[in-house]
C-alpha cells in the first residue's frame, strides 16, 4: 500500500517540475510554446521507444503492430496531444482555482470508463477513498481564494472552464486506454506508437498554429535549460506512468496526481513568493489520508467472456464459447503488489 502511495508521488513531483519549468517560461520568458513542449516529448519517445520496436523481430516489431492496430493508436495520440493542449489553453481564459477543481472531472471519468470497459469494481473504501482525496483537493482551492491566489482570470470564463472539462475528459480515456493496453499487450509498445502519432501530429498542429510564436522566443541557454527540464520530466512522466498504472490502476494514478498542485505551490513559496496558509497542509494530509485509504484494499476485476475482448489478435481464430446458458461470469481479485505474470489470463467458466 505504501509503495503505490510513494510511486503516485515520484508523479506528482515530475508533473511539479513540468508546471514549474513552463511557468518560468511563459512568464519570464514570455515563451508560451505547449505544442512544441509536446512536441519535444514526443520526439524522444519516438527516439527511445519506437526505434526499439522498429529493431524488434516477428508479431512485436513496428511495421506489424501498425499492420494491425494503427487506427486504433492514430486516435490515441490524438487524444493524448489535445488533452494537453486544451488544458493549457484553458490557462488564458479563466482562473487558476477553477482549473484546480474542474481538472478532478477525471476522476469520475476514469472510474466509469475502468467499470464499463475494463471491467473494475469498486468496494465502499475505494470511493471513501476517493471522496476525501476530492474533499481535500477543495480544501486547496478554497486556501487560494483566501490568500487571493486564484489569478488567471481572462475574458471568458465559460471557454476556459468548457477547455478544462473537455481536456480532462480526454485525459481519463488517454489513461483508461493506457491501463487496457499495458496489461494486455506491453510498455513498449504503447510508449513506441504514442511517440510516433503523437510526434506526427504535434508537429502538423505546431507548424498550423504556433510557428509565429516560436520565432518570438528569445532564445538563449536559460531558455533551452528550461525547454532540456521540461522535456525530461515530462519524458520520465511518461516512461514512468504505465509501470505504476500496471502496478496500481488509472484511477489511483490519478488521485495520486492531485498533490502535484501541492508540491508546485510549496516550491512557489520560495521561488515565487507565494502566501502560505496552513489550510495547504490540511489539504496535502488529507489528500495524502485519502490514497491510503483507496490503496488499503484491492479492486476486483468482473471477467465476463461475453463482453470481454482482446485487443492483440483482432483478426485471430475464432474461439467457440459454451451457450448462453452455460457461460456465467467469473470474478478475479486484483492485487496491488508485484505481479509474477506477464500477461492477465481470462478464465472462462
Not at 496535502?284 to 465476463?304: C, E, K, N, R
Amino acid at each position: 500500500m505504501l509503495i503505490s502511495v510513494a510511486l503516485g508521488q515520484v508523479l506528482s513531483l515530475l508533473i511539479c517540475g513540468i508546471g514549474l519549468t513552463s511557468k518560468y517560461l511563459s512568464e519570464d520568458f514570455h515563451a508560451n510554446t505547449p505544442v512544441f513542449q509536446s512536441f519535444l516529448n514526443y520526439i524522444l519517445l519516438f527516439l527511445v521507444y519506437t526505434t526499439t520496436l522498429a529493431v524488434r523481430q516477428g508479431e512485436e516489431n513496428l511495421l506489424a503492430i501498425l499492420r494491425r492496430r494503427w487506427w486504433k493508436y492514430m486516435i490515441l495520440g490524438l487524444i493524448d496531444l489535445e488533452a494537453n493542449y486544451l488544458v493549457v489553453k484553458a490557462y488564458q481564459y479563466t482562473t487558476l482555482t477553477s482549473i484546480q477543481l474542474l481538472d478532478c472531472f477525471v476522476i469520475p471519468v476514469v472510474i466509469l470508463l475502468s467499470w464499463f470497459f475494463l471491467l473494475i469494481r469498486y468496494k465502499a473504501v475505494h470511493f471513501l477513498g476517493i471522496f476525501v482525496c476530492i474533499l481535500g483537493m477543495g480544501c486547496m482551492a478554497g486556501a487560494d481564494v483566501l490568500v487571493g491566489r486564484h489569478q488567471g482570470a481572462g475574458e471568458n470564463k465559460l471557454l476556459g472552464d468548457l477547455l478544462v472539462l473537455g481536456g480532462a475528459t480526454l485525459y481519463g480515456i488517454s489513461n483508461v486506454w493506457e491501463e487496457y493496453i499495458i496489461r494486455t499487450l506491453s510498455r513498449v509498445e504503447f510508449l513506441g506508437m504514442i511517440g510516433l502519432f503523437g510526434a506526427f501530429f504535434s508537429g502538423i498542429q505546431l507548424a498550423i498554429m504556433e510557428h509565429k510564436e516560436l520565432l518570438k522566443v528569445p532564445w538563449d541557454w536559460q531558455i533551452g535549460l528550461l525547454y532540456v527540464g521540461f522535456s525530461a520530466c515530462m519524458f520520465g512522466l511518461y516512461s514512468f506512468m504505465p509501470v505504476v498504472i500496471k502496478k496500481t490502476s488509472a484511477t489511483s494514478v490519478n488521485l495520486s496526481l492531485l498533490t502535484a498542485d501541492l508540491y508546485s505551490l510549496f516550491c512557489g513559496l520560495f521561488l515565487f513568493h507565494y502566501k502560505f496558509s496552513g489550510l495547504y497542509l490540511l489539504s496535502f494530509f488529507t489528500i495524502l489520508i485519502g490514497l491510503v485509504l483507496y490503496s488499503s484494499t484491492s479492486t476486483y476485476t468482473a471477467q465476463d467472456p461475453r463482453v470481454y475482448k482482446q485487443f492483440r489478435n483482432p483478426s485471430g481464430p475464432v474461439v467457440d464459447l459454451p451457450s448462453a446458458a452455460q457461460v456465467e461470469p467469473s470474478v478475479t481479485y486484483t492485487s496491488l503488489g508485484q505481479e509474477t505474470e506477464e500477461e492477465p489470463h481470462v478464465r472462462m467458466a
